[in-house]
Structure formats: C-alpha cells, structure tokens
Nanobody
C-alpha cells in the first residue's frame, strides 16, 4: 500500500521560508511524477509544481521564482522549498505521485502565512 508522509508545514511571516517534504513508500512501480498541489479555503485545489522523472519541472505562474521543487531519489522524497512567502500562499499543501498509471495523494500539510 502506497503511503505518502508529508511534513514541514507551519506558520510563517510574509517574506519567510518553509520547506515541505513528502516521502513515498510502498509503491511497486517507479515514480514518474512527483508534485505539490494546494487548496486554499473556498478555492479549488491547484497545481503548485511538478517534477518529472527526466528532471523537467513545471510551476504555477504565481510561485515561479519563489518556489523550488526537488527530489531525493534515494529517499523517494520530494521537497518544496518556498521562499518569499506571501499571504496568498496560505493553503493546505498536498503532494501527489504518479507511478505505473496510478496516482496517490498525501494527507496534506497546512501552510499559514501571517503577520
């Protein structure tokens, strides 16, 4: 059974930084895409960043230049480094992996940007 363990969320002031982690385990097939999504209150879940197995990345326009997605293959872990955080980055952040035609979501971690 696939399990995604997320960590790193919390409360941060505007302009601050956080790093989210998501460790995957139990997948039988190689992970082809690891990504982060977020959902703010009253809004739909949206893509934040994806990292593909060939190293390609994709970012939402709203986070380009501020967020960086990376992966440690040995640990089957994806990271999201978030810098210059803004009020509007407040949301529950979810990781998602694609593997062998399947996909799984993490349980979510809250990120709150507040002064």
């Amino acid at each position: 059974q696939v399990h995604l363990a997320e960590s790193g969320g919390g409360l941060v002031q505007p302009g601050g930084s956080l790093r989210l982690s998501c460790a995957a385990s139990g997948n039988r097939f190689s992970i082809t895409v690891m990504g982060w999504y977020r959902q703010a209150p009253g809004k739909e879940r949206e893509l934040v960043a994806n990292l593909y197995s060939d190293g390609a990345t994709a970012y939402a326009d709203s986070v380009k230049g501020r967020f960086t997605i990376s992966r440690d293959n040995a640990k089957n872990t994806v990271y999201l480094q978030m810098n210059s955080l803004k009020f509007e980055d407040t949301a529950v952040y979810y990781c998602k992996i694609h593997h062998g035609g399947l996909s799984n979501w993490g349980q979510g971690t809250q990120v709150t940007v507040s002064s």
